[in-house]
């Protein structure tokens, strides 16, 4: 229900934030008094008050107190809603008899979401958020949340430079790309374009647009048959302090600043229209359309309000907000219409693309979630105990390489540790047998603790590099691994932190265990990680064998790393180790509901 309105303008201005004043009579005084007082005479012979009601709907205004319709909408598109809430008001939209009155408020979605979320929804009539994402990933835990409306407005979300610097990306990168921006933030393609090319990321826990970003760039990776662990690698490269920034403008305002990578970041297109205009930074943004199409940020109408009246107003505002002056307004903003239309602010003079990319179609609810979790959890520091094998078998060849089983794997645990970030705490025991005393088969060799972490005089992550070149095999030493494990998952259960992924990692020529002076039999040690394992607070085994006898033990090693959620390889080079360490925080990242 629309209800009437007027089309002459008020005589006092409005302001959003103040209630219309009921409307007033034109004319002189006296013209006023004279029909009043016989209209007030003939109401009070017959009884009734039904003249005013006629006359109102006579002159088709509205009077009588105002119908409050509070609006809490995404900062970018706030502005544009309130210009058009004005005229609205302005209008005099009658609603049950009384003038609907129209506010909007600023209110970052991921703030208002998290309100829903804690059972404290803001006080509000209607959400207009930017994206349809943030109600979808609600509606996924909790189906009382309203579901999202028409949408009426877009903006795609893109890719975005200093123009100082895109021929440069283009020699580097090439053509914009989801595919690419994988390729140059993937922590373990050394050799890729992330050499030259820095990617920067809106925090998807906070900003629609990397939400976006990150689901676009993972459907072309699943649709490319790319393998996930270069996803992981580049979420894990991604969610690293330096290159996931809160704040759009704080993001365009880096690229900016050039250092030995160029960089390249993720910005709705109005906001790179908004930050152009407002900012006008000496070198402008320039916005990168990825070839494979985007999604868009789609500001849905979301009605919140339980009143039967205000309802009605909610209608009445969302059928002017599709009217043509409202379209404009819109476009002027920076924004597109629903059918991708732009206005002459996203014009090619501008640098924009006038024709609206291709729209990729966001995922389902639990595709979302899974996304938000996925980031959630690899945010997560890493807690990570190595066990390196340092038994007799250690020290033989292997074939065709000129290695040593022990400098292979040194060498594994080397190229390893490159994927843990400054933030990340790491330890090293060895083991074999008797290495600590009769019957104490391991030892400590670097207590775990920050990467970053002074080690009489040195950083722990120097300390294990040459620790790791310097390890050498014991002739002969068998292999005490059940009992090294047992201890090793203990200290690692009893000192689990919730904010990081506690891993125990075991390097090892894949024989398996092999204690002639008894320890714990392979039976038990399955038994104890079983009983161990909490779901709560899951500590997983990843195991990483390199080797001929390794085949040989993979049934016991798989049986172990399944125990706890984790998983067990075996390397057939030492690069190979770039991908199972991804897999296996692939893994960890859903845990323990792979």
Known sequence: MGGRHRTDELEDGYTPYKEPQPRRRRGGRGKVLVPLAGSVALAVLLGVAAFVVINRDRDGGCAGEALPLRITASPDIQPALSQIAERFNKAAHDVEGRCAAVTVAKGISATVASSFSGGKAAAMDVWVPDSKLWVTNLRARNQEVPEAGASIAHSPIVMVASSSVVPNLKKSFGEASWGGMINAANVANVDGPGRKVRVLVLDPSLNAAGLGALLAAAGVATASGAGEEQLVGALKSLSGSTSTVRDQDALLSSLGVQGSKAPLGISSEQGVWAFNKGKKPEVP?????PAEGTINLDYPVVVTAKDAAVRKAAEA???????EAS????????????????GKAISASAGFQAKAPQAIEPPDGKTVARMSQTWSRIKLGSRLLTLLDVSGTMALPVPGTG??????ITRIAVEGMKLFPVKSELGLWEFSTHLNGRGVDYRETVPVGPLTQDINGALRRDVLNRRLIATRARSTGDTGLNDTLAAAYKQMTDEYQSDK??????????AGNDDPDGG???????KRLKDQFDPEKPVSVLIIAFGPDAPKGKRQMDALAKATAGDAYIAKDVLEVRKFFL???SRRLCAPNC
């Open 317 to 323: 505002f969302q059928k002017e907000l599709g009217s």
């Open 403 to 408: 290695l040593t089983r022990m400098q292979a």
């Open 327 to 342: 379209k404009k307004t819109l476009q002027d903003q920076g924004f597109r219409t629903p059918d991708g239309k732009s």
């Open 501 to 510: 992924i506690n891993t125990v990692l075991i390097l090892t020529d894949g």
């Open 583 to 585: 897999e296996g925080m």
């Open 285 to 289: 943004a320039v916005p990168l359309y």
């Open 520 to 526: 714990i039999s392979n039976r038990q040690i399955l």
